[in-house]
């Protein structure tokens, strides 16, 4: 039996061998994102053809979100909103957009949208292209947190980016914007996501650290649609680990969920 929420896993150095990705695949990811932050066109190709070769190896459909990198400034800390930057999509973006058009990508993530506009004139643009595919807003920014009804409203699902909102909201206030974000698309029914640093430690470490176990507990319990492995899948050392790792969780999460509804808690 496989969960109902479904894993989202970057797709990166550490697993873009065929054979990986087949043992992803059979230990239930569901979806593949590719960050257009790292990589060459060509690059992506090579993923997109990999992972469309093993999905259907293992006869199981996987679709592919490509994540554009927006308008990003790294420093010390890490990376976050440019500062001064006036849109959520770049030049770059733009070139990155029609890209994954023209290879048939299935969902486009839009990363530091502010208001609903954002998402108007990424939608125009695909129309532009002649395809429209869903738009995940990524929820990174002040701004977005404040117009969330209206982001959720345009989007056609909506990712909680844990990684720069963290930087952008005050670190201990994160955790209830998380549960705040969920409910509200879990009210409008639109699917969500939880992202970021959920399996941290197993970069490095075949094993998770108790607090992240509690951390995927808690966004499944929360009314996660999906959870999503970054450095993880992309660049750790145990991918399918990870993959294998997050599914145990989320089925133990929905079982307590269940359990609790028919009252045996």
């Known amino acids: 039996m496989s969960s109902r929420a479904q894993i989202v896993a970057t797709i990166g150095p550490a697993s873009k061998e065929l054979s990986v990705l087949q043992e ?44 554009l990198s927006g308008p990003r400034e790294t420093t010390v800390e890490g990376h976050h909103f440019q500062v001064g930057a006036k849109k959520a999509i770049t030049p770059k973006d733009m070139r990155d957009l029609a890209f994954g058009l023209e290879q048939n990508i299935d ?50 699902a909506v ?16 955790p209830f914007i ?17 992202a970021t640093q959920m399996l941290l430690s197993m970069v490095e470490n075949p094993t998770p650290t108790r607090a992240e176990v509690s951390d995927v507990a808690h966004a499944i319990l929360d009314g996660s649609d999906a959870v999503m492995l970054s450095e993880e899948s992309a660049i750790g ?12 969780i989320v089925l133990e999460s929905e079982k307590h969920l269940e359990r609790k509804k028919l009252n045996l808690l």
């Open 159 to 174: 990712m909680v980016a844990r990684g720069d909102l963290g930087m952008a909201v005050p670190i201990e206030r994160l």
């Open 24 to 67: 992803m695949i059979n230990s239930q990811m569901d979806i593949a994102r590719l960050n257009f932050s790292h990589g060459t066109h060509e690059e992506h190709t090579d993923y997109i053809n990999r992972i469309r070769k093993a999905a259907a190896k293992m006869g199981r459909p996987i679709p592919i979100i490509q994540d």
């Open 178 to 194: 998380q549960e705040m974000i969920i409910k509200k698309c879990n009210k409008a029914r639109k699917p969500v996501i939880t």
């Open 237 to 248: 050392k145990y991918p399918v680990g990870a993959v294998n790792m997050m599914e145990k």
């Open 107 to 156: 969902y486009i993530a839009l990363s530091y949208v502010g208001d609903k506009n954002d998402i108007t004139e990424l939608r125009d643009l695909m129309k532009k292209h002649g395809k429209i595919k869903p738009i995940i807003a990524k929820i990174e920014r002040q701004m977005a947190v404040d117009n969330i009804d209206e982001i959720i409203k345009a989007a056609d």
